[in-house]
């Protein structure tokens, strides 16, 4: 954070400064939402959610250190501690709406250029590629895993230097308007987004609502800013219709401005291939991870490091050495030459094409298991949806199929239909049971793919077999 007084980080944020603690003066420049990792005169932000409340722990947060408090409320003991530490307090109707207000505050204060990254998938890897490309060009600012939502984009947005060069930031939504109001406070110049697919439909009910909410983050851009789009993606043409900015595009056909061509797996499923640019210059791209799909992740921030004046040489070099965010398409090597892919994080029907695709060119002539749980959120396309990711495992030369969850016991329903034998096809309800039949049918040498949608915590998978 651009440090600021407690008096300004009071106005900033719309807060009441109930008091102005031992040393009015005092710089505060770091933000934390939790006691466990708070350091010593931070801004300690109380937050409140549906199952917790952080003004649980503001006398943690005294003994911890914090040079200010923002809370919606406080006790007489709290201030009496406040008082004895010399720390600032600061009262907001909603902390979270005081903290956003704050990151739009920092966001005018500060000079770096804003990259908002969006899309169905590749979100999270698209940024970590990007970050990478860009700290060629200067200092970066990223978001942490995937800080894409009200809280994580402020939060982002706080972590700015006065000499950072570079944000990007992850967005994410789960309804119309929701990036629109992450743009008011980040206010991007280059807007990304990955693609249009299936997910969360049960929130948008349709593809074309989902690409309006989607296309938020163009629509925010400021007429000198640039938007980079899919162009292999079927909304392309509607993306780039409700862009005012010019619009670069990323993609495997001739019409893109940034393309991939020569495109080859190895053995271990990692993809090198030719960056070719419209405008001039090539580059060989090693993509650090397994799967096909990641050729596209690559693509999107080469677009984005083009556009901020990095040469191909760099973009190459910070893809290939990009440190990327876990529990997506990480490959663990367990003994006895078992290799486990663990894209545990989230799943949805474009992402589980891509995975079980990368499964199949790194087993080879070794047996292929699929760990498949639940995909949430598909709404009308539900039982579509999980039928075809059953035939889809078959079809990219699955093995054994593991199902986890109800709604995948149409997944291994329609593996079987497609002719996967029945002893091939195992259905469980949970974790436990999924790594007791892992445990009992794996093989010295066996690839396994464990896949699903967050909320079924599949990574536990990891340390329970092998």
């Known amino acids: 954070m651009i440090p600021m007084r407690a008096d300004e980080i009071?106005?900033?944020?719309?807060?009441?400064?109930?008091?102005?603690?031992?040393?009015p003066s005092r710089l505060i420049s770091q933000?934390?939402?939790?006691?466990?990792?708070?350091?010593?005169?931070?801004l300690f932000a109380a937050l409140k959610g549906e199952r917790y409340d952080a003004h649980d722990f503001l006398e943690q947060a005294l003994d911890k250190g914090a040079a200010a408090l923002l809370v919606s409320r406080t006790t007489p003991t709290v201030m009496r501690r406040a008082s004895e530490t010399g720390t600032a307090v600061l009262r907001a109707r909603s902390t979270l709406a005081a903290l956003t207000r704050l990151a739009s505050r920092q966001r005018e204060l500060c000079r770096a250029r804003v990259v908002g990254i969006t899309g169905s998938t590749g979100k999270t890897l698209s940024k970590d590629f990007t970050a990478a490309v860009l700290a060629h060009a200067g200092k970066v600012t990223a978001s942490q895993g995937s800080f894409n939502n009200e809280l994580g984009v402020p939060l982002t947005v706080l972590a700015v230097e006065a000499d950072t060069d570079f944000l990007v930031l992850e967005m994410g939504s789960r309804g119309m308007g929701d990036i629109e109001q992450l743009c008011?406070?980040?206010?991007?110049?280059?807007?990304?987004?990955?693609?249009?697919?299936?997910?969360?439909?049960?929130?948008?009910?349709?593809?074309?609502?989902?690409?309006?909410?989607?296309?938020?983050?163009?629509?925010?851009?400021?007429?000198?800013?640039?938007?980079?789009?899919?162009?292999?993606d079927d909304y392309c043409e509607l993306l780039r219709g409700l862009s005012p900015c010019p619009v670069v595009t990323f993609g495997h056909s001739r019409r893109a401005d940034l393309r991939a061509e020569d495109v080859n797996v190895d053995k271990y499923g990692k993809v090198v291939?030719?960056?070719?640019?419209?405008?001039?210059?090539?580059?060989?791209?090693?993509?650090?991870?397994?799967?096909?799909?990641n050729v596209e992740n690559a693509l999107a921030a080469a677009a984005v490091g083009k556009i901020m004046g990095v040469d191909m040489e760099n973009i190459a070099e910070g893809i290939a050495n990009a440190e990327t965010t876990g529990w997506r398409m990480e490959m663990i090597n367990k003994p006895e030459e078992i290799t486990i892919i663990n894209d545990a994080y989230n799943a949805s029907p474009v992402s589980m094409r891509s995975a079980l695709m990368a499964l199949g060119d790194i087993s080879h002539d070794k047996r292929a298991i699929a760990v498949l749980g639940d995909m949430g959120e598909l709404g009308p396309v539900s039982e579509r949806a999980h039928l075809e990711v059953g035939k889809l495992a078959v079809d990219y030369g699955t093995d054994i199929l593991i199902t986890v969850g109800r709604k995948s016991r149409k997944t291994a329903q329609a593996a079987r239909?497609?002719?996967?034998?029945?002893?091939?096809?195992?259905?469980t309800d949970g974790v436990d049971k999924a790594a007791e039949v892992l445990r009992a049918i794996i093989e010295p040498g066996d690839v396994v793919l464990i896949k699903g949608s967050r909320f079924l915590g599949l990574e536990k998978l990891v340390n329970l077999v092998a």
């Open 10 to 23: 009071a106005q900033a944020a719309g807060a009441v400064l109930l008091q102005a603690g031992s040393e």
């Open 31 to 42: 933000v934390s939402t939790d006691t466990r990792t708070l350091g010593k005169g931070a």
């Open 184 to 232: 008011k406070s980040a206010r991007p110049e280059i807007g990304v987004v990955t693609n249009i697919g299936w997910t969360h439909l049960r929130f948008f009910r349709t593809r074309d609502n989902l690409a309006q909410a989607k296309a938020e983050l163009l629509e925010s851009l400021p007429r000198k800013g640039r938007a980079v789009i899919n162009a292999d």
């Open 273 to 293: 291939f030719t960056l070719r640019s419209k405008g001039g210059g090539k580059a060989r791209i090693a993509v650090p991870l397994p799967g096909r799909h």
């Open 417 to 427: 239909e497609k002719g996967l034998p029945r002893g091939s096809v195992f259905v």
